[in-house]
């Protein structure tokens, strides 16, 4: 079946660098993806979305690309900082849907 | 104000025993979710409400699982006869109405236990 996935499942990088997280899918029919954030004993928390007509979406210190041709999607944090340290999902909604389905995550740790 | 909030954040039951876990959503939001989360997954969608009718519940593992809003806003969740392999996470979100591009608003999960 069709499926959200991620590449790393675990990314370490030093306070101050930047970081990037990757996520593939494979559901030609998504026209809407989010990324989450979620802290150990927390659930998800939105960060930054994009639609399928936009391949590039900035917010505060956060940057999503989305290649619609390879599908893959991509989070960028500038200037990580220890707080930063949570697991990462990318998740697709197809058109005309309003349930997200999520990939497993990334990991990222941050050191300081 | 107040985000979502569940209850209780943990329950440890033994298997066979029934269980009902709690979501009350941000004030004002239409629509509400529960999925289930194990450990280094993503969520896993259960069912979604919108106002007191389950609009899809297509998520549902099996007849054991059922879940309540009838007054459309708490809700809670039922799981009968509970077996092992239903630990995990149970998240609830809500948001203000139920589009596909309305953002989610996590609830901080109920971690149940089936020994």
């Known amino acids: 079946g069709e499926s959200v996935g991620l590449h790393l499942p675990t990314l370490s990088v030093q306070e101050g660098d930047n970081s990037i997280i990757n996520c593939a899918y494979s559901n030609s029919a998504s026209d809407y993806f989010i990324w989450y954030k979620q802290e150990s004993g927390k659930g998800p928390q939105f960060i930054i979305d994009?639609?399928?007509?936009?391949d590039k979406r900035q917010g505060q210190r956060v940057t999503v690309l989305l290649n619609k041709t390879v599908k893959h999607l991509s989070l960028q944090i500038a200037a990580t900082q220890p707080g930063d340290s949570a697991v990462y999902f990318c998740a697709e909604i197809a058109g005309g849907s309003y349930i997200p389905t999520f990939g497993r995550g990334t990991s990222l740790i941050v050191h300081p | 104000g107040a985000g979502v909030s569940q209850t209780p954040s943990n329950k440890v039951t033994e298997k066979g025993k029934y269980v009902e876990l709690r979501c009350d959503p941000i004030s004002g939001h239409t629509a509400l979710y529960w999925y289930r989360q194990s450990l280094g997954q993503g969520p896993e969608f259960l069912i979604y409400?919108?106002?007191?009718?389950?609009?899809?519940d297509s998520g549902l593992p099996n007849d054991r699982f059922f879940a309540v809003r009838p007054e459309g806003s708490v809700s809670t969740l039922k799981i009968q006869r509970t077996e092992r392999g239903d630990s995990a996470v149970y998240l609830c979100?809500?948001?203000?109405?139920?589009?596909?591009?309305?953002?989610?608003?996590f609830g901080p999960g109920t971690r149940l236990t089936v020994l």
């Open positions: 979100a809500s948001s203000p109405g139920g589009t596909g591009t309305d953002t989610q608003y």
């Open positions: 994009i639609r399928s007509n936009m």
């Open positions: 409400f919108q106002g007191t009718g389950a609009a899809d």
